[in-house]
């Protein structure tokens, strides 16, 4: 969007009868890479990402709050996917995928507080699928993650119970900033038996392992009982 730059140069002067106080920016864009060298293999390149801009300007200031101008609010990321696809045999199959970004999140209510909020996370994951079996299907997997952030504060605390709520403008700000790195493991795997033509059963289990400022382990089981009652009812 040219919205911000082509109507600030038409309106730029300061006899200037028209004005306008809502100033959004944004751009995205996409990109695609797909190669395929056999019937067995693919991979898969994908790299997108968006900038946006909000600025609301208030006409005047408000009567409750004499500082507070409007408002504004960013929101930036850009992110990388990979995957890869590759048949090992007929009934074995291998699936990898790699995503990175980078996300950031501004907000100035009033213009006078501020907090930002910055994140990259990476994710690994390999899957596999194997259908050897009449009528089975195995697979499992490992998933790990892990999410560099960094936050930035300058905000009023909370009003108490029974504190008399003042104007942003009037409230005392408290700086903050926490960083760190976050990490999640996951080692997963389930199996599906078509028992009948209108009866199937899948079973699975799934171990968490967080790593980081939180740190647990969990163990998440998984049982799913399909039966074909009619041919419009399961």
Known sequence: SYFDAILGAIFSGDDSMVSFSTAPRYYDYQAQLQWRPSDRLELRVLLFGSDDFLSVVAAQNSDNDGRSTGFELGRTFHQLQSTLRYAISDQLSLYVGLATSYQTLDLAPG???????????????????????????????????ATRFRVQARLPPPTKEGQVALPLSARELVTATEEGVDGLISVWTDATWQALDTLSINGGVRLNAWLGRFGAVAADPRLLIAWDATDTTR
């Open 111 to 145: 213009n006078i507080a501020d907090f930002q909020l910055t994140f990259d996370p990476v994710t690994l994951r390999a899957d596999l699928d194997y259908r050897g079996l009449p009528g089975v299907q195995l697979r499992g997997g490992v998933q790990g993650t």
